[in-house]
């Protein structure tokens, strides 16, 4: 089965080299398997370029299609990204995540199947035990994030041309009267936590954040140069 991984990237190289590696070192681990599909915008390291981001894609996966915007903007490069998928499971991995653990993505798409959840995403937290999680190997849990989180490819490419490009796309993936919500509300997302309760992920971006020239904006929409 092809699954195709959305990636949204900035001019950070360090940051997506650890991402990529640790992702197909412990989850993603046959190239042939998927399709990279990677949206690099032109904002981050200042001496870099975006051909040198789209080598390290190229590095990682065979089958790479990208997008160089030629402004910066989040919302816009999810939407681009899910557009572009055809698979039936989609992986959201933005650029910025440390895979901790081995994971099998079969293992999360059979869980998906059997038990008819439109996402499923890894917990970034160490979570307690639950009743779900010893029986099921994950907690159900009500809202949608843009975490490293296995989708199915039909239910965002119904979404993403909802999509408000002036609103943070995390928050506008909630049950809503919206036509949007309506989408939504009536499917189930759960964390998985098969065989454990500690964080899988790790968000690595933050420590970048601190230490470069940018932040992000309210509503991480998009990024600005920090005031001295």
Not at 19 to 29: A, E, G, W
Not at 177 to 187: D, F, H, N, R, V
Request: proline share 5%.
């Amino acid at each position: 089965m092809k699954i195709d991984i959305c990636t949204t990237a900035t001019l950070r190289h360090i940051i997506l080299e650890e991402t990529l590696k640790s992702f197909t070192d412990k989850m993603l681990t046959d190239k042939d398997r998927y399709r990279l599909i990677i949206n690099i915008d032109p904002i981050g390291d200042k001496l870099k370029r975006r051909n040198a981001v789209l080598q390290i894609a190229r590095k990682y996966f065979n089958d790479v299609v990208y997008n160089f915007p030629e402004v910066p903007g989040f919302t816009k490069a999810v939407q681009w990204c899910w557009s572009k998928t055809q698979a039936e499971y989609v992986f959201h991995l933005e650029d910025d995540w440390r895979l901790l653990i081995p994971v099998s993505i079969d293992s999360m798409i059979d869980m998906m199947k059997q038990y008819n959840l439109t996402s499923l995403r890894l917990n970034k937290d160490n979570l307690h035990q639950s009743k779900s999680s010893v029986k099921y190997g994950f907690t159900p849990f009500p809202k949608i994030s843009l975490n490293p989180t296995l989708f199915n490819g039909d239910f965002l490419r119904r979404v993403s041309p909802l999509m408000d490009l002036t609103h943070n796309p995390e928050k506008q993936l909630r049950p809503t009267k919206s036509e949007l919500g309506k989408i939504i509300s009536p499917t189930n997302h759960g964390i998985y936590q098969k065989d454990t309760t500690k964080r899988i992920v790790l968000d690595i971006g933050r420590k970048w954040m601190e230490s470069s020239r940018y932040k992000k904006k309210t509503g991480f929409m998009n990024w600005e140069v920090k005031t001295k």
